[in-house]
């Protein structure tokens, strides 16, 4: 049972424009949402987080949106530069039940920025 | 702040052998650290959690013969495949629990390759 379905699969997106890529979780005991980017060949960089008690939070051209009651997380890039290039994942977590804030991890986004 | 390093960043090795992967937190105290396997174009697979100065606990289907974790201290754990065989070779990657936040950072990978 996939905890945390992220879509889309694959996302290409023109220099400057946005890029959204979507998250939906099942476990309400989920407490913590990080997205992280990866680059090929490298470990996940954490890319912003946010936890429940916000709607939306924003770092530089990243913007996580959290939906609650849809059980919906997402990420928004602005102004998408070909830099940005790289494999997604969202995630979810929670510190219950000696879990040690273990992350379920999506199954990944590849976003392509087209210069 | 919140640096993870593995080492190797790569290694070969002959079928039958056993390897040994360091993960170490090198500016903070990591009371959990996390090891991880990825194949190519897929998400990230939890092997084992593990806790300074206790036993890991493995993720249902993982050998814990075959992988063993060892958390000697607040900043290394370390993971030996023993009697590594052509269907280990994959991408390993750790991470580690800051003690005073709950963010998990990640290493930049060991790639292994079984001959």
């Known amino acids: 049972q996939q905890q945390v379905k992220q879509s889309p699969q694959s996302l290409i997106v023109q220099k400057g424009g946005i890029s959204i890529i979507n998250c939906a979780y099942e476990n309400t005991a989920f407490d913590y949402f990080p997205w992280y980017q990866q680059f090929p060949g490298k470990g996940p960089a954490l890319l912003i987080a946010?936890?429940?008690?916000?709607s939306e939070k924003k770092e530089g051209r990243f913007t996580i949106s959290f939906n609650k009651s849809a059980k919906q997380f997402s990420l928004h890039i602005m102004d998408s530069q070909p830099g940005d290039s790289a494999t997604y994942f969202c995630a979810a977590s929670m510190d219950s039940g000696g879990s040690n804030y273990k992350l379920t991890f999506g199954k990944g986004t590849l976003l392509t920025v087209n210069p | 702040g919140a640096v993870v390093s593995q080492h190797p960043s790569w290694v070969i090795c002959k079928s039958g052998t056993s390897v040994k992967i360091e993960c170490r937190s090198l500016?903070?105290?990591?009371?959990?650290m996390f090891w991880y396997r990825q194949f190519p174009k897929q998400s990230l697979m939890l092997m084992a959690t593990s806790n300074e100065g206790s036993k890991a606990t493995y993720e249902q289907g993982v050998e814990k013969d075959k992988f063993l974790i060892n958390h000697a201290s607040l900043t290394l754990s370390t993971l030996t495949v023993t009697s590594a065989h052509p269907e280990d070779s994959s991408f390993y990657i750790c991470?580690?629990?800051?003690?005073?936040?709950?963010?998990?950072?990640f290493g930049p990978g060991t790639r292994l390759t079984v001959t």
């Open positions: 991470s580690a629990n800051s003690m005073i936040a709950f963010e998990q950072y």
């Open positions: 946010i936890r429940p008690d916000v």
């Open positions: 500016d903070f105290q990591a009371t959990t």
